[in-house]
């Protein structure tokens, strides 16, 4: 793993991740009918995420990068399901809603984070994290407003399903530091690719979709895995809340990306969208000031 300790070095790195992450919903949006072919997409995208990972991992610590999975414990194992949930609900989501939605639920994930730490790890929540967590509420009931029809509501739900499932890895990480990062994640990836085929068997469906569509899910899932890579290069020598401010680069690049004419998807947010919007930015704004002045450090690695 490359160590950085200048923090001007370290800013563009985990900017590059964050605009990484951001063409993600585009190369959704690009897709055949993704809606059609979920399981073919989850399947495709967890396997490029498990292969590309411990490729990674042997490039970087040799050949002896298997004993990682030794050391998972039961958090590994708890945080790789909660991601590969949130796999499985992103795709759910972006199909059955906008961009825009989709991508403003996983914004929410630091609260949600924080309410499962108090809950499960006794963490405790200041006033002003409260504060914070009201803000981000109001932001998604406004949302959840103006998603009436039953597809984007669905969608919405799943959104939230998503945000909450990396809730629950970022948790895991908290509960044994000593847990393999990118092992947990390449766990998350076998788990969706484990859990796709199943369904694809047991509902008798093709595993491949067309040559066209399997090269998109493999696409996004090397898009999520250089993101990663990238962020956790980046996050050891970044103050939380300048790295919270640095990673909203995904929600809106992913936001600005399916709006821009140029690439032909013309998404424009609702009226609620936006204004739910601009609350939950006010939130993590806010947030990332408190984290600031608690002179508080994260990092995915």
């Known amino acids: 793993m490359i160590e950085l300790k200048n923090e001007k070095t370290a800013i563009p790195i985990v900017l590059f991740a964050g605009i990484l992450w951001s063409f993600g919903p585009l190369v959704v949006r690009y897709m055949d009918n993704p809606n059609l072919v979920p399981w073919q997409y989850i399947f495709g995208r967890g396997l490029t995420i498990f292969i590309i990972l411990n490729l990674y991992l042997y490039f970087d610590e040799g050949i002896n990068f298997y004993k990682n999975y030794k050391k998972i414990g039961r958090s590994g194992i708890i945080g790789g399901f909660g991601l590969g949930i949130a796999m499985i609900s992103f795709i759910y989501s972006i199909t059955n809603t906008t961009a825009a939605i989709t991508l403003l639920c996983l914004a929410a994930m630091p609260f949600f984070t924080a309410i499962l730490a108090y809950l499960f790890l006794k963490e405790k929540i200041s006033v002003n994290v409260w504060v914070s ?73 093709t595993f491949f979709s067309t040559s066209y569509n399997s090269s998109m899910f493999s696409l996004h899932g090397i898009i999520v895995c250089l993101g990663l890579i990238f962020y956790s290069i980046g996050s050891k020598v970044i103050p939380a809340a ?26 424009i947010p609702s009226t609620n969208t936006i204004v739910g919007g601009f609350f939950l930015f006010l939130s993590i704004i806010y947030y990332s000031l408190i984290m600031r002045w608690n002179k508080r450090h994260i990092a995915l690695n």
């Open 242 to 267: 300048e790295l919270t401010l640095l990673s909203l680069t995904e929600i809106i690049g992913g936001i600005f990306w399916v709006w821009l004419p140029l690439f032909g998807i013309n998404e």
């Open 133 to 205: 967590i009201f803000l981000a509420t109001v932001g998604i009931i406004i949302m959840a407003l103006g998603n009436t029809e039953k597809n984007s509501l669905i969608g919405f739900l799943f959104g939230l399903t998503s945000s909450i499932g990396f809730s629950v890895f970022s948790v895991s990480l908290r509960w044994r530091k000593e847990t393999p990062k990118f092992t947990t994640v390449a766990i998350a990836g076998l788990f969706c690719f484990i859990f796709a085929t199943l369904v694809i068997l047991i509902t008798k469906q």
